[in-house]
């Protein structure tokens, strides 16, 4: 039986909340500011038609950027908008940050305003009833079932309260705690309160003034950990407090290394890249001459790259140049078992498909930015003290 504990450390002046299983760091998150999902009423800057993007002052000092192609017409506050229109100098616009930025790279915001519940993410400009990719296929049909005719008269009680756009409705992996007996009540219950909390916030843009924070998320990074243990199957995980043992210092630094070292001698590299990553699988000093090493180090291998996958927060392409095989029902269990990983991923991880030249293909979705640019922020910081 597989232990964890979650073990609250310090790297570099930093609070660090690590998740251990079987004495292996599996879960390492930063305790820092982010203003991922908070939802502002922005106005628009400047319109840029080779980019199909307008640039967005969101806070009173920030811009981000704001595709054109996706704007969901209950955002545009200060006019009359519908899906014929297009957006306009000085709109004033209520918007999410997708994604922070990065370097040169300005924020991403969207109109495609998501509110997460405990059960629940009921998204603005979506139609629809959906659940997560990493319930079983049976349960993500029961669930969408006992749920459709639910969130069709809801949405029918708050259609006045979204200004003419619609909304889509996902199920969230922890519906499947609900008990059976009480699943309808809990579940309406969880989907009627996201969009109350998106109705608010279309109400409150028309009222209030530009550059307002309409919505700040509550994120409790220690509750994330507890979750990650849970879908890794430990229920009783203690939190403690960092005595030095397991070298968390240490093993931070360690992912900052591209070569990894597998228990059989093989090696992985990894090159985080600007538009994607790189991953390379090498035999090394695996033993040759045994039938299956091809596909034994391919396996672990591909554990291991997840693994840094996850810990990295790794996003966008993945490219993975996994030791080439002989037969296809190799590569069919090296798929397989690479699809399961990915439903594992607390992140949206998608497999996409292997190239003619042998190149495994995955996309994560962006949820934060990645360890390194975590750790650069970090030595600025005590660069500047």
């Given at each position: 039986?597989?232990?964890?504990?979650?073990?609250?450390?310090?790297?570099?002046?930093?609070?660090?909340?690590?998740?251990?299983?079987?004495?292996?760091?599996?879960?390492?998150?930063?305790?820092?500011?982010?203003?991922?999902?908070?939802?502002?009423?922005?106005?628009?800057?400047?319109?840029?038609?080779?980019?199909?993007?307008?640039?967005?002052?969101?806070?009173?000092?920030?811009?981000?950027?704001?595709?054109?192609?996706?704007?969901?017409?209950?955002?545009?506050?200060?006019?009359?908008?519908?899906?014929?229109?297009?957006?306009?100098?000085?709109?004033?616009?209520?918007?999410?940050?997708?994604?922070?930025?990065?370097?040169?790279?300005?924020?991403?915001?969207?109109?495609?305003?998501?509110?997460?519940?405990?059960?629940?993410?009921?998204?603005?400009?979506?139609?629809?009833?959906?659940?997560?990719?990493?319930?079983?296929?049976?349960?993500?049909?029961?669930?969408?079932?006992?749920?459709?005719?639910?969130?069709?008269?809801?949405?029918?009680?708050?259609?006045?309260?979204?200004?003419?756009s619609d909304?889509?409705?996902?199920?969230?992996?922890?519906?499947?705690?609900?008990?059976?007996?009480?699943?309808?009540?809990?579940?309406?219950?969880?989907?009627?309160?996201?969009?109350?909390?998106l109705a608010?916030?279309?109400?409150?843009?028309?009222?209030?003034?530009?550059?307002?924070?309409?919505?700040?998320?509550?994120?409790?990074?220690?509750?994330?950990?507890?979750?990650?243990?849970?879908?890794?199957?430990?229920?009783?995980?203690?939190?403690?407090?960092?005595?030095?043992?397991?070298?968390?210092?240490?093993?931070?630094?360690?992912?900052?290394?591209?070569?990894?070292?597998?228990?059989?001698?093989?090696?992985?590299?990894?090159?985080?890249?600007?538009?994607?990553?790189?991953?390379?699988?090498?035999?090394?000093?695996?033993?040759?001459?045994?039938?299956?090493?091809?596909?034994?180090?391919?396996?672990?291998?591909?554990?291991?790259?997840?693994?840094?996958?996850?810990?990295?927060?790794?996003?966008?392409?993945?490219?993975?140049?996994?030791?080439?095989?002989?037969?296809?029902?190799?590569?069919?269990?090296?798929?397989?078992?690479?699809?399961?990983?990915?439903?594992?991923?607390?992140?949206?991880?998608?497999?996409?498909?292997?190239t003619g030249?042998?190149?495994?293909?995955?996309?994560?979705?962006?949820?934060?930015?990645?360890?390194?640019?975590?750790?650069?922020?970090?030595?600025?910081?005590?660069?500047?003290?």
């Amino acid at each position: 039986m597989s232990e964890g504990q979650i073990i609250l450390a310090n790297y570099k002046g930093n609070n660090v909340i690590t998740g251990f299983i079987n004495n292996k760091m599996e879960y390492l998150s930063f305790e820092r500011e982010s203003h991922l999902n908070e939802i502002y009423l922005g106005k628009v800057d400047h319109i840029v038609k080779n980019l199909n993007a307008a640039f967005v002052k969101y806070d009173g000092e920030n811009i981000g950027y704001l595709p054109l192609d996706k704007i969901s017409c209950s955002c545009v506050t200060n006019r009359s908008f519908d899906s014929s229109d297009c957006l306009k100098n000085g709109d004033e616009v209520i918007v999410q940050i997708d994604s922070e930025a990065i370097k040169t790279k300005k924020t991403k915001l969207s109109t495609t305003i998501s509110i997460s519940g405990k059960y629940s993410v009921i998204t603005l400009g979506r139609n629809g009833v959906g659940a997560s990719v990493k319930l079983s296929d049976d349960v993500r049909r029961e669930f969408i079932d006992k749920t459709k005719s639910i969130f069709v008269d809801l949405k029918k009680d708050y259609q006045s309260s979204l200004y003419g756009s619609d909304i889509g409705l996902i199920i969230r992996t922890n519906a499947s705690e609900i008990e059976v007996s009480s699943f309808k009540d809990t579940i309406s219950s969880d989907i009627k309160s996201c969009i109350e909390k998106l109705a608010a916030i279309l109400s409150e843009g028309r009222s209030r003034t530009i550059y307002t924070c309409l919505y700040k998320p509550v994120v409790n990074t220690l509750d994330k950990a507890r979750n990650f243990m849970k879908n890794a199957g430990i229920t009783d995980c203690p939190v403690i407090e960092d005595n030095g043992i397991h070298g968390i210092k240490s093993k931070i630094d360690e992912l900052r290394q591209n070569r990894i070292w597998l228990k059989s001698g093989a090696f992985i590299i990894i090159e985080q890249l600007e538009s994607f990553n790189a991953i390379d699988v090498n035999t090394g000093k695996a033993i040759k001459g045994k039938n299956s090493i091809s596909l034994d180090v391919n396996l672990e291998a591909a554990d291991e790259i997840m693994r840094q996958v996850r810990l990295r927060n790794l996003t966008g392409m993945i490219l993975i140049d996994f030791i080439n095989m002989k037969q296809d029902e190799d590569y069919d269990k090296l798929i397989s078992h690479m699809k399961k990983l990915c439903r594992q991923d607390q992140v949206h991880t998608n497999y996409v498909d292997i190239t003619g030249l042998g190149i495994m293909e995955l996309t994560r979705n962006k949820n934060d930015k990645s360890l390194k640019e975590i750790l650069h922020e970090v030595e600025n910081v005590v660069d500047n003290r």
